[in-house]
Structures are given as structure tokens and as C-alpha cells.
């Protein structure tokens, strides 16, 4: 019996060999050779860059940041472009992207050409692109008209996440999370603090000088509510405030006065990449790319809690609310929501 199942194990091995062997031959037979066809990558990438508005007096273009980009190439069946890290497929070979930091700055885009079975080749230009920003008016007119605070009735006025710090070791945001997953306050959470009868007033805007004024109402209670350690740095030591210790660290009634700031606002477009893939790329699983606005206060300007930091990225907009984060001085992302009165 022993030496039928060593003769039959002994058959079977040989019988999957040879059809192995077999399927490995016919799947190589020379009828089918070139059944693919020859595979050939791309060649002779060429590249160029029409920046809108270019002319001699204006060699980096009219301040639109507007540059459109074309490819070619020889055997190449479709095309894609990289701009800082983000691919986008371009079949047609054309692309057209908005800069939006300010000035004269360079960029590198890469064109990269995909041939036959996925091979590849690619190349670069860089361009030299002045964007000359002008705010957006509906924002100006909002910011501008009556008189701000918190949100404190709506769920999420105030919210922390990750931001620029250890938690973000997979550089996955330049700016920080979009939502306050890690805390967010329900309405009237903080009513034992002074941020609920702070008011904030935008006024004065000079399209000309991109700038206007901040006039910021500390309220009945002569106080704000913030952090304790950029306050104590920032603002001029404890002044008599109790931290509520470990561990938030906070002050929740800050001896503070009036005060007016200049306010400035520039474009700015945040990136979260939610899948983690090192690339930052709006898909239909969700949105990485947020293009939007920030505001920039001057000396020690701020709205909301306070935590260090005078810069405040606008995530949602409309006439009368406003949703933002800010980075903290720990490097987490701070949230916050403002609505008009």
C-alpha cells in the first residue's frame, strides 16, 4: 500500500510539472510573440509654458499666477503632470494651473509621458510667475459689515486636531487638519470662560494697501481666554490670572483690554493628505486640496482662543460665518467658528 501511494504521489508530481511546463510553453508559443504588440516608451518630451499675460514688460505675466502648460511627445498615448507632489491626468496633453503665492516666484512642473505597457518618460520646466492678489470682494463685504463673535450655539466652535507637529511625522498637511476630530465643543460649552461676549470688528479696508483694521472687544468681563503658555510669553506675564493647570493649561478669564489691529488677507491653499499616500490629490474618496484665504493679523492680533499664533486659515465662508484654524504654539491645529450679528 505504502509503495502504490509513493507511485502515485510520484505521478501526480510529474503530471503538474508537465502541465506547468506546458502552460508556460503555449503562453509563449510564436504565434503570439508580438500579440502585444512592440513595446516602445516615450520620446523627445517637449514641454512648454504659456504664463497669461506674458509680454516684454511683463516677462512673469499679469499677476493672474494663470500658466498654462503643454506636452508632447513621440509614441506617447496619454500624458500626466506633477506640481508639488499632486499628479493630474492630461490625455490631452494640456493643463492649466493658478499660482497663488504672492510675488515673483518659481515653479517646477513635471510632464510625464506614458507610452505602450505603461512605460514612461518625463521632463521638467521651471517658470518664473508673479501672482498680484486682490481679496475677493464678497469676503471683504462680509468681514466688513456688523460686528463678529463665536458661534457658541453651533457644535464644533471650537475644536483641536492634529497639525505641524510629531502627529504630522507623514507630512500630511502643510497647514493642519481640516476638522477637529481630537475635541470639538458642544454649543455654550464655554461658558464659564470669557471668549462669549468677545466681539470682533473689521473695518477700513484699503483695496490699494491690501489692508484694514481689526478692532477686537474684550467685553464686560475685561478678559479673554486662551492658553497659558503663549499667553504668559505673548502678552505680558500671568496678570493675575489662575491657570487651570493640568491638563489644559489654560486661562479661562484673562485680564486683557480693547484693542486694534491691521489685518491683512492673502490666498493660501491647504492640503490634508487623508489617505496618507505622500501625495496631496482631490479624488473622488474625498478632498485634499483646499484653496482658500487666510487672514493675518499684525503684533499679537487674534480672534477666537487664544493660542500664539496671528494667521488664520479660512476653511468655509459665507456672509455671515466663518470657519478657521490656526497652529498653536504646540503645532496643533486650532479651530474655530465665527458667525455675524
Given at each position: 500500500m505504502n509503495r502504490f501511494n509513493k507511485i502515485f504521489k510520484t505521478l501526480m508530481s510529474l503530471t503538474v510539472v508537465i502541465f506547468i511546463t506546458g502552460c508556460e510553453i503555449d503562453s509563449f508559443a510564436e504565434s503570439d510573440e508580438h500579440s502585444f504588440g512592440e513595446i516602445i516608451a516615450p520620446s523627445n518630451v517637449q514641454i512648454t509654458a504659456n504664463i497669461v499675460g506674458q509680454d516684454a514688460d511683463n516677462p512673469n505675466g499679469d499677476g493672474s499666477g494663470e500658466v498654462e502648460f503643454t506636452v508632447t511627445a513621440e509614441n506617447a498615448i496619454s500624458y500626466k503632470f506633477v506640481n508639488n507632489g499632486a499628479e493630474t491626468l492630461k490625455p490631452s496633453g494640456t493643463i492649466k494651473y493658478a499660482f497663488t503665492s504672492l510675488g515673483v516666484n518659481s515653479y517646477t512642473i513635471t510632464a510625464i509621458a506614458i507610452g505602450a505597457?505603461?512605460?514612461?518618460?518625463?521632463?521638467?520646466?521651471?517658470?518664473?510667475?508673479?501672482?498680484?492678489?486682490?481679496?475677493?470682494?464678497?469676503?471683504?463685504?462680509?468681514?466688513?459689515?456688523?460686528?463678529?463673535?463665536?458661534?457658541?450655539?453651533?457644535?464644533?466652535?471650537?475644536?483641536?486636531?492634529?497639525?505641524?507637529?510629531?502627529?504630522?511625522?507623514?507630512?500630511?498637511?502643510?497647514?493642519?487638519?481640516?476638522?477637529?476630530?481630537?475635541?470639538?465643543?458642544?454649543?455654550?460649552?464655554?461658558?464659564?470662560?470669557?471668549?462669549?461676549?468677545?466681539?470682533?470688528?473689521?473695518?477700513?479696508?484699503?483695496?490699494?494697501?491690501?489692508?484694514?483694521k481689526l478692532t477686537f472687544n474684550v467685553g464686560p468681563d475685561g478678559a479673554?481666554?486662551?492658553?497659558?503658555?503663549?499667553?504668559?510669553?505673548?502678552?505680558?506675564?500671568?496678570?493675575?490670572?489662575?491657570?487651570?493647570?493640568?491638563?489644559?493649561?489654560?486661562?479661562?478669564?484673562?485680564?486683557?483690554?480693547?484693542?486694534?489691529?491691521?489685518?491683512?488677507?492673502v490666498p493660501f491653499t491647504a492640503r490634508w493628505d487623508w489617505n496618507q499616500d505622500g501625495k496631496y490629490e482631490d479624488t473622488a474618496a474625498g478632498q485634499e486640496i483646499y484653496p482658500g484665504e487666510k487672514i493675518i493679523f499684525s503684533g499679537t492680533g487674534f480672534i477666537g482662543f487664544y493660542v500664539g499664533n496671528q494667521e488664520f486659515f479660512i476653511w468655509e465662508r459665507s456672509d455671515t460665518r466663518i470657519r478657521y484654524s490656526t497652529i498653536g504654539f504646540d503645532g496643533n491645529s486650532w479651530h474655530g467658528i465665527i458667525n455675524n450679528e
Open positions: 505597457g505603461g512605460t514612461t518618460s518625463s521632463q521638467n520646466i521651471t517658470v518664473d510667475v508673479l501672482v498680484s492678489y486682490v481679496a475677493p470682494a464678497e469676503l471683504i463685504a462680509a468681514l466688513t459689515t456688523g460686528t463678529w463673535k463665536m458661534s457658541k450655539d453651533e457644535g464644533g466652535h471650537l475644536g483641536v486636531a492634529a497639525g505641524l507637529n510629531a502627529d504630522n511625522s507623514a507630512n500630511a498637511a502643510n497647514w493642519g487638519a481640516p476638522i477637529p476630530w481630537w475635541w470639538s465643543a458642544g454649543p455654550l460649552d464655554k461658558s464659564e470662560t470669557a471668549i462669549y461676549d468677545d466681539r470682533y470688528t473689521f473695518s477700513d479696508w484699503d483695496a490699494d494697501a491690501g489692508k484694514g479673554i481666554f486662551g492658553k497659558e503658555e503663549p499667553m504668559k510669553a505673548d502678552l505680558g506675564g500671568d496678570r493675575g490670572a489662575t491657570s487651570t493647570g493640568d491638563p489644559n493649561y489654560e486661562y479661562e478669564y484673562y485680564p486683557y483690554e480693547n484693542f486694534e489691529v491691521e489685518f491683512t488677507i
